[in-house]
């Protein structure tokens, strides 16, 4: 076993803490929510696709590790309009002081209307998220946000769809 001095651990400590802080957001504070406005586009892995918009609104209940965000997305096509809502937990990463990522999933659920029919499902969703920030202050930005969703209702749908738009910080 190998004996450390103190003030040798001090500055492994110090080190090794270090990093963590180096892209933080400095004497600004975290805005309340960022809200997301934006369009969305679904394709359907049997081959059909829907366009839309979509809303959604974030916080960061855990500083560094846990973003909440709930949203939900209007998508229509020929005889057919969609209505998905989601709740997804995501991981953040700052990868630089100008562009954010995140990974995450959650549940969501699926309201359909086709031929006059409606449906009502819940699915899986897992998404990444990219956020950009043009100025340092972070209060607005741009997001593009691709994700993948797995149906639990009849048929099991399975999808990818991306989204992208405004974000606005809320302060």
């Known amino acids: 076993m190998v004996a450390i001095g103190f003030s040798k651990a001090r500055w492994i400590a110090f080190l090794l803490s270090w990093p963590a802080g180096a892209f933080a957001q400095g004497v600004d504070k ?19 696709s829907s366009f839309g918009g ?14 909440l965000e709930g949203g939900t997305a209007a998508v229509f096509r020929r005889h057919s309009k969609e209505w998905d ?10 990868l630089s002081r100008r562009v954010e990522f995140m990974a995450g ?22 998404a990444l998220d990219f ?23 009849r048929g099991h749908e399975r999808s990818v769809g991306v989204s992208a738009g405004l974000l606005i910080a809320i302060p």
């Open 105 to 126: 999933a959650g549940p969501e659920w699926v309201h359909t209307r086709s031929n006059g029919v409606a449906t009502n499902s819940f699915a899986i969703e897992f």
């Open 131 to 153: 956020m950009f920030w043009p100025s340092p202050k972070r209060r607005f930005g741009w997001f593009v946000e691709p994700g993948y969703d797995y149906g639990f209702g």
């Open 54 to 67: 979509d809303l959604a609104a974030e916080f960061t209940p855990i500083e560094n590790w846990l973003e």
């Open 30 to 48: 975290e805005p309340a929510a960022i809200l997301e406005v934006g369009g969305a586009a679904s394709f359907d892995l049997n081959g059909t």
């Open 85 to 94: 809502t989601d709740l997804l937990c995501k991981r953040p990463w700052d």
